[in-house]
């Protein structure tokens, strides 16, 4: 299956082509952000104050990079467990946002809000953070900065490779899996 590639930001019409196990090169723009960032997004959005990123139309990495060695533009920059980010995506997603890319399950409100919002779910391969910095361009803080590695970063990336687990159809990649491996047991 031929990669699909995706520029950022993105709109309802592509999130909605997408499909569960579909490989994807993300190209522009993701976010970075892990729980204490997503805590103070959500406590802002709550305030109803204005966050320090747009979120409509864009991607958010559940990553906290580490410091780049001399010459290079960032560290190794490895997918976090997503379900820790499960209490706050909701609210994220409903303001605009089209993608999450991570590691592991969601929780039913995140897979509701995922097909209510039109967004959907990536997978980055854990255990391959070295070779995935390598699709970085450009890195800057852009909120958060005393959260060190957990801060907001704005990362430049070029055929950064993902998969879709969850769609706005309501698929679900881990448990399409779960059926065909049971199905050949």
């Avoid at 709550?46 to 864009?58: A, M, S, Y």
């Avoid at 980010?85 to 946002?97: E, F, H, N, R, V």
């Amino acid at each position: 299956m031929t990669p699909i590639r995706l520029k950022t930001p993105v709109t309802d019409d592509i999130i909605k082509q997408l499909r569960i196990g579909q490989k994807v090169l993300i190209n522009g723009f993701l976010y970075t952000g892990r729980d204490a960032a997503h805590a103070k997004l959500v406590a802002l959005i709550d305030n109803g104050q204005d966050l320090p990123i747009t979120l409509n139309g864009q991607i958010i990495y559940y990553a906290g990079p580490s410091p780049a060695k001399p010459g290079r533009i960032i560290g190794s920059v490895g997918p976090t467990t997503s379900g820790r980010m499960d209490l706050y995506a909701p609210k994220l997603i409903a303001l605009g946002l089209k993608g999450m890319v991570g590691k592991g399950k969601r929780s039913p409100e995140v897979i509701k809000a995922i097909k209510q919002y039109n967004s959907v779910y990536f997978a980055a391969v854990g255990g391959a953070a070295a070779l995935i910095s390598k699709t970085v361009k450009q890195c800057e803080v852009v909120a958060y900065p005393e959260l060190g590695p957990e801060a907001i970063y704005r990362l430049a990336v070029e055929d950064f490779p993902v998969i879709v687990v969850n769609d706005t159809q309501g698929g679900d990649l881990y448990e399409e899996g779960i059926k065909m491996y049971a199905a050949t047991s």
